[in-house]
């Protein structure tokens, strides 16, 4: 099953990454910004609501692949939706990429 998924996101990637299709960009700013802020850090009010809720930084993203990241994305986790009827396997993956490129 993993194994499978793993294969399902590499296959992903190397579409995404010849359709040129999905911005990452937008995605995150119209679905996921307001919780996650602009930068990946979330606001104190959000903290406040969501102690869970970290902040993409380094020590976040060496804890996870960009599979768990597209997984977590799809399947939701605590108080975040799930996005998988909402963004389409290639647009998951592309806001997966873009998380990583933030500043916080
Ligand atoms: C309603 C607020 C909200 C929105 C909108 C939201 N998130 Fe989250 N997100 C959270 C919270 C809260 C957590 C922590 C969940 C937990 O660990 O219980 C989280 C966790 C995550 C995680 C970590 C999952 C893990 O492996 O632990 C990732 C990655 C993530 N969000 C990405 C995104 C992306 C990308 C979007 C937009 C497509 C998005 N989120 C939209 C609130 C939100």
Redesign the pocket.
Known sequence: MRSFFLLGALTLAASTAAAQGADGKA??EQ??R???GATGKPSDGIKKM?P???TFDAAFFAK?TDA??IK??GEG?????P?NEK?KPDEMAA??KY?RTLKP
């Open positions: 995605l995150y679905h996921c307001k919780c996650h969501n869970k809720i970290e996870r768990d990241l977590g994305i986790k605590g108080k975040m939706k996005f963004l806001v997966a998380i």
